[in-house]
Nanobody
Framework: QVQLVESGGGLVQPGGSLRLSCTAS????????MGWYRQAPGKQRELVAS????????SADSVKGRFTISRRDNAKNTVYLQMNSLKPEDTAVYYC??????????????WGQGTQVTVSS
């Protein structure tokens, strides 16, 4: 049983910062990619940032220069999303996503339960 456990959401004023964390646990062979998506009310879920096993990072243009994705140094099953200079339009439910190698031949995508981020004065 694989679980993605998220933490770190909350209410913050515009210009403030938050850090989200996500830890993958359970039975899997490899972590191919871990990252964060978000979904605002009435909008589609969108990629915020992801990090591949080789360390390559992909991020949305709207967050570049403000958000940083990273991995815990001694445990690559944990990723962080440092969010700075938050704007009201960053308000959304943020979901952790992981593509995990479940066997040597197959991989599967998993989702966390989501954590609310609200940016408001």
């Amino acid at each position: 049983q694989v679980q993605l456990v998220e933490s770190g959401g909350g209410l913050v004023q515009p210009g403030g910062s938050l850090r989200l964390s996500c830890t993958a646990s359970g039975s899997f062979a490899t972590i191919n990619t871990m990252g964060w998506y978000r979904q605002a009310p009435g909008k589609q879920r969108e990629l915020v940032a992801s990090i591949r096993r080789n360390g390559a990072i992909n991020s949305a243009d709207s967050v570049k220069g403000r958000f940083t994705i990273s991995r815990r140094d001694n445990a690559k099953n944990t990723v962080y999303l440092q969010m700075n200079s938050l704007k009201p339009e960053d308000t959304a439910v943020y979901y952790c996503n992981a593509e995990l190698g479940v066997t040597i031949y197959t991989s599967r995508a998993y989702w966390g339960q989501g954590t609310q981020v609200t940016v408001s004065s």
